[in-house]
């Protein structure tokens, strides 16, 4: 007769075997299901590098068929159809996923990039402030914010946004890159020249001029000149100008840009 310290053992025994079988059909019938999600989302990111958008369309599409409540295949669509340059259908269908899920980061800040490649700034910032605000910690974020002011000709609020990306992300080469992008030089080129009227029965006459044109940033240049008109070996009055011109930010609003110009006749810039 077993002794009843025996019988508790087997069937503890028994229970951890069953439990074990269990636990591995159901490991096993999880793997099986997510096996195919992985399969489609990696078939398309290879229909996207062969440029192959109508197939990758495809694909996606049908796991929508499959899943029509799942946001994220929505999304995936909404990302297809921006690297296809289809940013129209993109931006609505970031709208629609973001009409049932309003708190998605990753899905407003995509929104915000097609905005900027869009050329609508404006709208471009604030989905990337709705982002920023709902993960304040992720330097990914920041970049994006930092790229819309690049493009917009905004240099100082571009550096910032990059500064704080490296704050949140030291390692990020994107951010890294960006504040590289930014740092642009002055360029400075400086022309003169003579001409002489050799037609003339009289001494020669001689037009002398000189001109300086400075890049100071992306978006402000200046321009310096001036010359000077010998009739017959006698001087006239040299006239110089100067000029300032700032490049308009892009936007809806702002379509001209400023110019100053002075004329001293005494040869003295100004």
């Given at each position: 007769?077993?002794?009843?310290?025996?019988?508790?053992?087997s069937r503890?025994?028994?229970?951890?075997?069953?439990l074990?079988i269990?636990?591995?059909?159901f490991?096993?019938?999880?793997?099986?299901?997510?096996?195919?999600?992985?399969?489609?989302?990696?078939?398309?990111?290879?229909?996207?590098?062969?440029h192959?958008?109508?197939?990758?369309?495809?694909?996606?599409?049908?796991?929508?068929?499959?899943?029509?409540?799942?946001?994220?295949?929505?999304a995936?669509?909404?990302?297809?159809?921006?690297w296809?340059?289809?940013?129209?259908?993109?931006?609505?269908e970031y709208?629609e996923?973001l009409n049932v899920?309003?708190n998605?980061?990753?899905?407003?800040i995509a929104l915000?990039t097609v905005?900027?490649?869009?050329?609508?700034?404006e709208?471009a910032l604030?989905?990337a402030d709705r982002?920023?605000?709902l993960?304040?910690?992720r330097?990914?974020?920041?970049?994006v914010r930092?790229?819309?002011?690049?493009a917009?000709?905004d240099?100082?609020?571009?550096r910032l946004?990059f500064?704080?990306?490296?704050?949140l992300d030291?390692?990020?080469?994107?951010?890294?890159?960006?504040?590289?992008?930014?740092?642009g030089?002055?360029?400075?080129?400086?022309r003169?020249?003579?001409?002489?009227?050799?037609?003339?029965?009289?001494?020669?006459?001689?037009?002398?001029?000189?001109?300086?044109?400075?890049?100071?940033?992306?978006?402000?240049?200046?321009?310096?000149?001036?010359?000077?008109?010998?009739r017959?070996?006698?001087?006239?009055?040299p006239?110089?100008?100067?000029?300032?011109y700032?490049?308009?930010?892009r936007?809806?609003?702002?379509?001209t840009?400023?110019?100053?110009a002075?004329?001293?006749?005494?040869?003295e810039?100004?």
């Open positions: 007769m077993r002794s009843p310290r025996a019988s508790r053992r503890d025994l028994r229970r951890s075997l069953i074990v269990f636990g591995a059909v490991i096993g019938t999880n793997a099986q299901g997510q096996q195919p999600e992985e399969a489609w989302q990696a078939q398309v990111r290879k229909d996207a590098n062969a192959d958008w109508v197939d990758a369309l495809r694909i996606v599409d049908q796991e929508i068929v499959r899943s029509p409540e799942d946001m994220d295949i929505r995936w669509r909404a990302r297809v159809l921006t296809a340059g289809r940013l129209t259908e993109a931006e609505h709208n996923v899920e309003r998605d980061p990753d899905n407003w915000a905005y900027m490649r869009q050329g609508r700034m709208a604030k989905a982002a920023i605000e993960d304040p910690k330097g990914d974020l920041r970049e930092a790229k819309i002011f690049r917009n000709g240099i100082s609020d571009a946004e500064q704080r990306a490296l704050v030291p390692g990020s080469p994107d951010a890294r890159s960006g504040l590289f992008s930014l740092r030089e002055g360029k400075h080129e400086l003169f020249g003579f001409d002489d009227d050799l037609l003339s029965f009289a001494p020669a006459n001689r037009d002398q001029w000189v001109s300086l044109v400075s890049k100071w940033t992306p978006r402000w240049t200046t321009s310096a000149g001036g010359s000077l008109y010998q017959g070996g006698i001087a006239e009055r006239v110089t100008t100067m000029e300032s700032r490049r308009p930010k936007s809806s609003n702002s379509t840009a400023s110019r100053s002075k004329t001293n006749p005494f040869g810039l100004r």
